[in-house]
Nanobody, 123 residues
Framework: QVQLVESGGGSVQAGGSLRLSCTVS????????MGWFRQAPEKQREGLAV????????AYAESVKGRFTISQDKIKRTIDLQMNRLKPDDTAVYYC????????????????WRQGTQVTVSS
């Protein structure tokens, strides 16, 4: 059974930084991808970043490119999202997620997630 447990959310002022971490367990197939997306009230779900356990470059949404960095630690089995220069528009619930379809991975469209963590950026 796949488990994803996020941590690191919270409140920060605009211009600040937060680091989200996702502890992953139960995934036996590394052919897909892992990533992060967010959901803000009354907004569409937005895929943010994707990384491939099997290797290859990470990819980002234009809205976070240059500010967010996704990384993985294969020993600790974590997927982290470093978020810098945060803006009030970044306020949302952030979800760690997985996907097995490489087509969906390329679109930052993930099919499996859990509870998420709240990020609030104040101006």
């Amino acid at each position: 059974q796949v488990q994803l447990v996020e941590s690191g959310g919270g409140s920060v002022q605009a211009g600040g930084s937060l680091r989200l971490s996702c502890t992953v367990s139960g995934i036996t197939d590394n052919s897909g991808c892992m990533g992060w997306f967010r959901q803000a009230p009354e907004k569409q779900r937005e895929g943010l970043a994707v990384i491939y356990p099997s290797g290859g470059p990470a990819a980002y949404a234009e809205s976070v490119k240059g500010r967010f960095t996704i990384s993985q630690d294969k020993i600790k089995r974590t997927i982290d999202l470093q978020m810098n220069r945060l803006k009030p528009d970044d306020t949302a619930v952030y979800y760690c997620a997985t996907e097995t379809s490489l087509w969906r991975c390329a679109d930052l469209d993930f099919g499996f997630w859990r509870q998420g963590t709240q990020v609030t950026v104040s101006s």
